[in-house]
Nanobody, 125 residues
Framework: QVQLVESGGGLVQAGDSLRLSCAASGLTFSSYAMAWFRQAPGKEREFVAT????????QYADSVKGRFTISRDNAKNTVYLQMNSLEPDDTAVYYC??????????????????WGQGTQVTVSS
């Protein structure tokens, strides 16, 4: 079974940093583009960042560009989201997702094949 297990969320103050991790199993990790989405209470799930299955080639939502960095370690079957300068508006459940494509992956949640369980990030002011 495919499983994406997220960790690293927590409660922090504005301006702090967190690094989220998502460990994948049950799939050929290097064949999948990975992404992070987030969903705040009462809002739709929204795109945060993507990374191609090859090294580099990332995409970011305007709201996080310059603050967040997505990366992956194919040897560890893990994708990361380094979040710096966190703001209260970053508060959400963060999900990692996987899609089997070589190309720049979709920014639409419905196009992803697999999802993690989510990890809560809460940023206080």
């Amino acid at each position: 079974q495919v499983q994406l297990v997220e960790s690293g969320g927590g409660l922090v103050q504005a301006g702090d940093s967190l690094r989220l991790s998502c460990a994948a199993s049950g799939l050929t990790f290097s064949s999948y583009a990975m992404a992070w989405f987030r969903q705040a209470p009462g809002k739709e799930r929204e795109f945060v960042a993507t990374i191609r299955r090859s090294v580099g080639n990332t995409q970011y939502a305007d709201s996080v560009k310059g603050r967040f960095t997505i990366s992956r370690d194919n040897a560890k079957n893990t994708v990361y989201l380094q979040m710096n300068s966190l703001e209260p508006d970053d508060t959400a459940v963060y999900y990692c997702a996987a899609v089997n494509t070589y190309y720049y992956p979709s920014l639409i949640p419905r196009d992803y094949n697999y999802w993690g369980q989510g990890t809560q990030v809460t940023v206080s002011s």
